[in-house]
């Protein structure tokens, strides 16, 4: 096998690992984006903006890789950051494996998933550009730019590495083949914050 042939059979590889970690988000405009597994017992993570709207919280379903449908429970949101800590009744469920975003380099490639436009597992792929709190037009909190084309609905998804580890969030596209990210490291402190203070609760952090 060429170099070729075995890139693309590891990369199809690890999507197909990583593709039952991210379910589909539904409203009642239809199809809003997606979330990540982070938990085997329901617990999952996604955009403020897919979670919340104009009016608040968002009458959401989560739709799992089996076609099983759950309703979806906001227990936590950051607008600032843009993410959001979802529950479900379901347990067992494919958790997704955490990277380490600090480990991240330039010229790495990533992929990232999620239902653009309500097509389920929509991928795309690219190399990083950079990260941090100083990146142009996004400057004031860490980001991952990614040279990659995401759409809408591929918000709340997973960018992942080679490794099929999560290491940032689907968030924004800026221009053409830029998309932003937040780093699996920020997540990482959101959701112990809102796990630890009221992870029963609803609540704005």
Same mark, same amino acid.
């Given at each position: 096998?060429?170099?070729?042939? +075995?890139?693309?059979?590891?990369?199809?590889? $690890?999507?197909? +690992?990583?593709? =039952?970690?991210? !379910?589909?988000?539904?409203?009642?405009?239809?199809?809003?984006?997606?979330?990540?597994?982070?938990?085997?017992? @329901?617990?999952?993570? $996604?955009?403020?903006? !897919?979670?919340?709207?104009? %009016?608040?919280? %968002? $009458?959401?379903?989560?739709?799992?890789?089996?076609?099983? %449908?759950? =309703? !979806? /429970?906001?227990?936590?949101?950051?607008? /600032?950051?843009?993410?959001?800590?979802?529950?479900?009744?379901?347990?067992?469920? =494919?958790?997704?494996?955490?990277?380490?975003?600090? %480990?991240? /380099?330039? *010229?790495?490639?990533?992929?990232?998933? @999620?239902?653009?436009?309500?097509?389920?597992?929509?991928? $795309?792929?690219?190399?990083?550009?950079?990260?941090?709190?100083?990146?142009?037009?996004?400057?004031?909190?860490?980001?991952?730019?990614?040279?990659? +084309?995401? /759409?809408?609905?591929?918000? @709340?998804?997973?960018?992942?590495?080679?490794?099929?580890?999560?290491?940032?969030?689907?968030?924004?596209?800026? *221009?053409?083949?830029?998309?932003?990210?937040?780093?699996?490291?920020?997540?990482?402190?959101?959701?112990?914050?809102?796990?630890?203070?009221?992870?029963?609760?609803?609540? !704005?952090?």
């Amino acid at each position: 096998m060429n170099i070729w042939a +075995q890139l693309n059979e590891d990369m199809a590889s $690890t999507a197909a +690992q990583v593709a =039952p970690c991210v !379910v589909q988000l539904i409203g009642q405009e239809g199809s809003l984006g997606a979330a990540v597994i982070w938990r085997a017992d @329901g617990l999952l993570v $996604t955009n403020a903006h !897919v979670a919340v709207g104009r %009016r608040g919280a %968002r $009458t959401l379903e989560a739709v799992f890789s089996d076609d099983v %449908r759950r =309703p !979806v /429970r906001l227990l936590a949101y950051d607008e /600032r950051r843009d993410l959001a800590a979802l529950s479900v009744e379901r347990r067992g469920l =494919p958790a997704i494996a955490l990277g380490d975003s600090s %480990r991240l /380099r330039p *010229g790495e490639f990533l992929m990232a998933i @999620g239902h653009p436009w309500g097509v389920v597992d929509g991928l $795309t792929g690219g190399v990083l550009i950079g990260g941090g709190s100083r990146l142009p037009e996004m400057q004031g909190q860490d980001w991952l730019a990614v040279d990659l +084309q995401m /759409r809408p609905g591929h918000s @709340g998804g997973a960018l992942f590495n080679a490794a099929g580890e999560l290491v940032g969030i689907n968030t924004l596209i800026r *221009g053409p083949e830029v998309s932003f990210a937040v780093p699996v490291n920020a997540v990482k402190v959101f959701m112990r914050q809102a796990l630890a203070e009221k992870a029963l609760d609803a609540v !704005v952090l």
